[in-house]
């Protein structure tokens, strides 16, 4: 090893100038990371394979300023250098350093970092007068020489640079290793890779642009983080999230302040930043610090009617106090991500500088600030939408500046949208790529999977003796659990089974696989397609525990006492089991009924042997019903809450036509498979908590907060009844109680308003809260996980990772695997949370978006569909909040408008616009006027007429507007109660095809948009059912409180 001295300057914060001279050793062996190295290198994890054409190795500027290209998948054979690594940390800043970093860490990017200046022949020591730029380019250059050495010459080596002078300097100086600037790079090597070619020019520009700006101040400049810190901790300043107010972006924010932070001081409530200059260039989301404005200039909030607004979730809607109110002095933490913005039409654009437009770009996002982005397709792409980052926000520039990144398409196309909607919700579901398509079990014709001897020696094998089967809902692919239920000991005992796809079994932690079912933590459903988290061989095929075929499982398996069904004894363990009936809700009912049915795996069989095997069958249905109502019971006892009126649900007949639409009693056979499953995720996290009391993954449901309760508790009032909310077992009875049987209406609307009040059922490591804490409100129980959805859930595949763990200790066994620590689940569970909400929020938009394609095609004044019957469920200062049970759609209804103008009823109820004014009570809202005064009470009914208000910018919404103040009956006499919902999903099916068909048409025309199409189109599987579920779960509950959507399976019940 050779010491060496080394002179770095760095920048202090304040922008000071500091020089530093540090020792430096090099050494001779520094690893290459390369499968050609012929010097034994020691090469530890990943790898840049052999077969390729070249390695690239990118200069400093290139990895500072375009990191986002090297980003691309398809560029293979990077080598970052120490020294551009280095340079990003110190110019860039944290944020873009961690993302270098993480893209190191990521087996799926073909990269490795090269510690060049620790090797001693590739160090090369800065000269006296050599500018910084040049010096790191001679290092980059140095270190590009010697991989081609080190590889012994068998790998050519491209350098890419900014800097036109090096590719002069070096280009011809060895030979094998060439020196090239990124756009001939591009062009020379990814021709086919229109997208990075793109997001080339416009970071070119952008930077071009950041050159020529202004000097004049728009804003006050940021306090330096010292500062910002000192300020913080004497209490002067607060630190917290701007939270943009998306009915106001423009003027509202508040700062979400860490309660923990401020618990000693009066200002644990929020703070408001009123209008642009006071938030200071803060952006939505960024984690910012105020400090506070006098007393005198304190302002409220707002509190009437605006758009949208019917899915806030607030505590009682006072009348607006002046609040804390303060002012952006500094931002800790950017937090900015991707944005979708469309492009002005072509009048708007300012015409500027040379042979590029700067244009401002409004984000789909009401809450994100327009974007200045530098383009020369600005009339090119005018009504597109288009992806773009935030580059920097300087305090002379009014507006953030920014860069393209990826066109969309056309505004207000399906495709267009619904990729709106998932880059949003910062969801990401390439398709899967092929190193981890290979990873994969191989099941073809050719090459049918077969079960592993070793694998049957090692499991429990349950195919002899354990009668398996499935209930799940019609035409379900992706089969995860199954139950079985039998006698032993001469009746004595009941044996109930619940066997769950060994997923991980095929998934090992750590591979490609995994790590890909990790980021995406959970199968996403659309209105009209649904991205899977594991690759269709796994989800729709050998982990699909399918009838008549051998599948691996995991199993647990309880003895009950057959009298008092006291468990004795549980089992848990990998089995081998072959289901024999893969049954469906409607038909395991109708079994239970005795009805006449036919079940399709006993059609071959003969009478007397289908008779016995139908009896055989019946009697483990009877069984199984028996067990769930006593474990129903128990939980009821408990306090176990039934919040959504399951009376609604769906039903089809034979071929599959929804007749549901006239509420009807569930099915039980649901509720007993559902309950089963519930009993299987307690009993696993049981047994995982108390094998590794600080490491478990579980999932809590914590306890409402009262103030949120106080709408539906004054709402009930006003009908005569009362809601009691101390505990669970209270609310859930008084729910039970409140029922006006004259309109099933009511308590409907109090199970959404006791819903929208609960807080959300979220996923923790055991070692990150009390025991106390892992309560779960909902489902009344002490211990809860998910274990029984591992094909659609990566929580789920955690939770049997564990279980596995904790057999094998139970058997002596140490662990293959070191399991996460209570730090790492804890991460891992904040991201899983992430994703559901994501889930959650993109499936709510796109069931919106559906809405509004339905009526968009529709005449609101002539067309009957367009009007309908609503239920007021809130009152507010200048309208109401009503519920359309035909639509499941929820909104605002205004009784004011913007002229002074209110609702009047006239005769026959019917509603006219008259000058007046409006007053709001607590239970009703009137309107006055010279013709007199018209009252609106809570859980009144009345006809609106749907509409859709279009946005050029925004997702377009609908609009309800009353007509008359008498319910709309016509409709419902003439055909069934639910008509116009039917016809919405066969429309919105219909509409889903056509558009899936337009592209691929348009696939086969051009190649350019059919790469991307390809990516968003993973699986469409527009079935009538799931979308038909979908659509009334989020017409029952607000997205918020409801803890895991799903479209096809028992969650649609259980969904804590
Ligand atoms: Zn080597």
């Known amino acids: 090893m050779i010491k060496t001295e080394r002179i770095l300057h760095l920048k202090s914060c304040r922008g000071r100038k500091v020089r530093v001279v540090r020792e430096h050793y090099v050494r001779e062996r520094v690893p290459c990371f390369s499968a050609l190295c012929q010097a034994d290198c020691d090469n530890d994890g990943k790898v840049l394979p052999g077969d390729l054409t070249h390695y690239v190795v990118p200069d400093v500027g290139v990895v500072v ?109 060895s030979s094998g290793v060439y020196v090239v600037s990124v756009q001939d790079y591009l062009s020379n090597f990814w021709m086919e890779l229109h997208a990075a070619h793109e997001l080339y020019n416009s970071i070119s520009q952008a930077l ?91 302002r409220g909030k707002v509190t009437s009617l605006t758009e949208r607004q019917g899915d806030e979730k607030t505590g009682e809607d006072e009348k607006s106090k002046p609040m804390p109110t303060g002012y952006v002095v500094g931002i800790l933490q950017r937090n ?65 500046n920014g860069h ?147 599948r691996y499982a995991m199993s647990v398996l309880w003895e009950l006492d057959a009298h008092t069904l006291e468990v004795t004894k549980v089992w848990y363990g990998r089995t081998l089991i072959r289901s024999s009936y893969q049954l469906h809700y409607e038909l395991a009912q109708a079994l239970l009924n005795r009805e006449d049915t036919e079940v399709p795996e006993l059609a071959p069989l003969s009478p007397e042997e289908k008779d016995a095997k139908l009896a055989e069958l019946t009697q483990a249905l009877e069984m199984l019903t028996h067990v769930a109502r006593h474990l129903r019971a128990q939980r009821d006892r408990g306090g176990a809450l039934e919040l959504e009126g399951v009376e609604v649900r769906a039903q089809l007949d034979a071929e599959k036509n929804i007749t549901a639409l006239v509420p009807r009693q569930p099915l039980e056979v649901h509720e007993t498979v559902a309950e089963c499953m519930i009993y299987a995720n307690h009993w696993v996290a049981r047994k995982i908590q108390k094998t590794f009391p600080h490491q478990a993954l579980l999932r809590h449901h914590p306890p409402p907060r009262q103030e949120f309760f106080s709408q539906l508790v004054d709402s009930a009032k006003a009908r005569g009844f009362t809601i009691n909310t101390s505990s669970n077992k209270a609310l859930a009875d008084s729910l039970d109680r409140a029922v006006d049987p004259e309109d099933p209406l009511v308590n409907r ?134 519920f359309v049970p035909q639509y499941g759609v929820k909104g605002p209804v205004y009784l004011k408008n913007r002229d002074g103008e209110v609702v009047t009823v ?79 999903v066969q429309e919105v099916v219909r509409q889903a095809e056509e558009a899936s068909q337009q592209a691929q048409e348009r696939a086969s025309r051009g190649p350019r948009l059919s790469k991307e199409e390809r990516e968003f189109c993973q699986s469409k599987t527009p079935n009538l059912y799931s979308l038909l579920e979908e659509i009334r779960e989020l017409a029952l509950m607000d997205v918020g409180a409801a803890a895991n959507v799903c479209a096809s399976k028992t969650e649609i019940i259980v969904r804590f």
């Open 404 to 550: 393209s990144v990826r066109v969309l398409g056309r505004a207000g196309e399906l495709e267009t949208e619904i990729q709106t909607i998932l880059i949003e919700n910062f969801i990401h579901v390439p398709p899967f790529s092929e190193a981890q398509l290979k990873e994969m079990p191989v099941n073809s014709p050719e090459k049918p999977w077969k079960v592993h001897p070793s694998q049957v020696a090692s499991r429990r094998d349950l195919r002899g003796t354990h009668l398996v089967f499935s209930i799940d809902p019609r035409g379900c692919e992706d089969v995860d659990d199954t139950l079985s239920v039998r006698t032993l000991d001469g009746g004595k005992l009941l044996e109930l089974g619940v066997h769950i796809a060994d997923v991980t079994h095929f998934v090992p932690e750590g591979s490609l696989t995994d790590l890909e079912a990790r980021s995406r933590a959970t199968t996403y459903y659309l209105a009209d397609r649904r991205y899977d988290m594991l690759p269709a061989v796994l989800s729709a095929d050998l982990c699909s525990l399918l009838g008549g075929v051998d």
């Open 749 to 882: 609307m109090l199970r959404m308003m006791a819903t929208q009040a609960m807080s959300q059922a979220l996923y923790f490591s055991t070692g990150a809260q009390s025991q106390e804490q892992y309560y779960h409100y909902g489902l009344a129980l002490d211990h809860y996980t998910h274990f029984t959805s591992p094909i659609r859930r990566y929580a789920d595949m955690i939770v049997h990772r564990l279980l596995t763990a904790a057999v094998d200790l139970d058997k002596g066994l140490s662990p293959a695997v070191a399991l996460a620590t209570n730090k790492e689940l804890e991460e891992t569970t904040q991201h899983i949370n992430n994703k559901n909400r994501a889930a959650q929020r993109a499936q709510k938009l796109s069931i919106e978006l559906f809405q509004c394609l339905y009526f968009k095609e529709r005449d609101p004044q002539t067309d009957p569909s367009c009007v309908a019957d609503a239920a007021i469920y809130a009152i507010r200062d200048n309208g109401v909040l009503v």
């Open 906 to 984: 006239g005769q026959d109820g019917r509603c006219e616009w008259k000058t007046g004014s409006v007053k709001r009570y607590s239970e009703h809202i009137s309107t006055t006027c010279s013709s007199g005064t018209s009252t609106f009470t809570l859980f009144d009914h009345i006809t609106v007429r749907i509409s859709v208000q279009p946005s050029r910018c925004h997702a377009d919404s609908l609009n309800l507007e009353i007509i008359s103040n008498k319910p709309h009956k016509s409709a419902e006499s003439q055909q069934p109660h639910s008509q116009g919902r039917s016809q919405l």
């Open 208 to 298: 071009e642009e950041k050159e020529s700006e202004g000097t004049e101040k728009e804003y006050t400049e940021h306090l330096p983080s010292e500062i910002l810190e000192a300020g913080i901790k004497s209490g002067r300043y607060i630190q917290g999230v701007l939270n943009v107010n998306k009915h106001r972006a423009q003027q509202e924010a508040l700062i979400t302040t860490q309660a923990s932070s401020n618990k000693n001081t009066d200002l644990s409530r929020d703070v408001l930043v009123y209008g642009g200059k006071n938030r200071n260039r803060a952006v939505h989301g960024d984690v910012v610090v105020v400090e506070l404005l006098p007393k005198s200039e304190w």
């Open 65 to 173: 300023d375009y990191l986002e290209i090297l980003e691309f998948r398809e560029l293979q054979g990077i080598v970052f250098t120490q020294t551009a690594c280095q340079a990003v940390q110190h110019s860039k800043g944290r944020r873009q350093y961690n993302r270098l970093r993480n893209l190191l860490k990521d087996p799926r990017h073909d990269c490795v970092l090269f510690a060049n200046e620790f090797q001693e022949y590739s160090y090369c020591p800065r000269e006296k007068g050599e500018s910084q730029e040049k010096w790191q380019t001679r290092c980059v250059y140095s270190a590009a020489v010697w991989y081609h050495n080190h590889l012994a010459g068998m790998m050519d080596i491209v350098m890419i640079t900014e800097d036109q002078d090096a590719v002069a300097q070096f280009s011809s100086l």
């Open 336 to 400: 900015w991500r991707d944005y979708v913005v469309t492009f002005p039409p072509r009048e708007a654009t300012q015409s500027q500088s040379r042979n590029s437009q700067r244009i401002l770009a409004i984000p789909w996002d009401p809450r994100i600030p327009k974007i200045r982005i530098s383009t020369q397709q600005a009339d090119a792409l005018q009504d597109h939408r288009v992806v773009v980052r935030i580059d920097s926000w300087e305090s002379t520039s009014l507006y953030p």
